[in-house]
């Protein structure tokens, strides 16, 4: 039981909870592991995954943040408890003049994976591309700090990028407020390489929030290649 470890692994324990996390899910996603390990074992082979995927992670998550304290621990929280170990979570800290900085590196303390980034504010776009510029994944992917992701969330993108040889990967989106209606969007296969002018039009009518940057994974290397960027000032 989690109650039955060292001191050292109680405080573990107790940063993951101050930072939102719960005992339950702590379990949960130490379970896998092994069965038969003690607690300070498996939180041992966490942090062991976590150093080998800071040494070449697989996956960038760029979050430009800006005076969003109130949300953003859930933001970070949601991204620290992927069930892919092998990503890199780069924070833009875009000018923030509340609490928004002091949050997110309370998380950087604990989990190492974490890359904090101070700049002044130059805004949303700005921030995205000093983000993408850095990034050392294979992948990259983009999540705003007032958002939250599921657990399986890159891993599910990733998944569908490898299996489909694909260099872009779209996932669900649920808009939650007074002025948005859910939406989501159904598991499907589009080759851009051979597709009519018909069935683009239908595919994009359909879902016009692809617009978007956000809920899918690119291929950094198409990225930087080509020195695509988003418009800067807004």
Same mark, same amino acid.
Do not use: W
């Given at each position: 039981?989690?109650?039955?470890? $060292?001191?050292?692994?109680?405080?573990?324990?107790?940063?993951? @909870?101050?930072?939102?996390?719960?005992?339950?899910?702590?379990?949960?996603?130490?379970?896998?592991?092994?069965?038969?390990?003690?607690?300070?074992?498996?939180?041992?082979?966490?942090?062991?995954?976590?150093?080998?995927?800071?040494?070449?992670p697989k996956v960038s998550?760029?979050?430009?943040?800006?005076?969003?304290?109130?949300?953003?621990?859930?933001?970070?929280m949601s991204l620290v408890?992927?069930?892919?170990?092998?990503?890199?979570?780069?924070? @833009?800290?875009?000018?923030?003049?509340?609490?928004?900085?002091?949050?997110?590196?309370?998380?950087?303390?604990?989990?190492?994976?974490?890359?904090? @980034?101070?700049?002044?504010?130059?805004?949303?776009?700005?921030?995205?591309?000093?983000?993408?510029?850095?990034?050392?994944?294979?992948?990259?992917?983009?999540?705003?700090?007032?958002?939250?992701?599921?657990?399986?969330?890159?891993?599910?993108? *990733?998944? $569908?990028? *490898?299996?489909?040889?694909?260099?872009?990967?779209?996932?669900?989106?649920?808009?939650?407020?007074?002025?948005?209606?859910?939406?989501?969007?159904?598991?499907?296969?589009?080759?851009?390489?051979?597709?009519d002018e018909h069935s683009?039009?239908?595919?994009?009518?359909?879902?016009?929030?692809?617009?978007?940057?956000?809920?899918?994974?690119?291929?950094?290397?198409?990225?930087?290649?080509?020195?695509?960027?988003?418009?800067?000032?807004?």
């Amino acid at each position: 039981q989690l109650k039955l470890i $060292d001191v050292a692994q109680s405080d573990v324990v107790s940063q993951y @909870i101050m930072l939102g996390g719960k005992e339950e899910d702590l379990k949960k996603k130490t379970r896998k592991k092994s069965q038969n390990k003690t607690v300070s074992e498996m939180m041992l082979d966490m942090e062991n995954d976590r150093k080998e995927a800071l040494e070449n992670p697989k996956v960038s998550i760029v979050v430009p943040a800006y005076n969003t304290e109130n949300y953003i621990s859930k933001c970070i929280m949601s991204l620290v408890n992927q069930t892919l170990n092998d990503i890199e979570i780069i924070v @833009i800290n875009d000018g923030s003049t509340d609490k928004t900085l002091e949050v997110v590196q309370k998380f950087e303390e604990f989990d190492k994976r974490i890359r904090i @980034i101070n700049q002044e504010n130059q805004k949303q776009g700005a921030a995205r591309n000093n983000g993408t510029s850095i990034a050392t994944g294979e992948y990259i992917g983009f999540v705003d700090s007032d958002d939250t992701v599921t657990d399986e969330y890159v891993s599910c993108l *990733l998944t $569908d990028c *490898l299996e489909n040889s694909s260099g872009l990967s779209v996932g669900d989106i649920n808009y939650i407020g007074n002025s948005f209606n859910d939406s989501s969007l159904e598991s499907s296969v589009m080759d851009f390489n051979n597709v009519d002018e018909h069935s683009l039009r239908k595919f994009y009518k359909n879902l016009s929030y692809l617009r978007g940057p956000c809920g899918k994974l690119y291929i950094s290397e198409i990225i930087k290649e080509n020195n695509m960027h988003f418009l800067e000032d807004v």
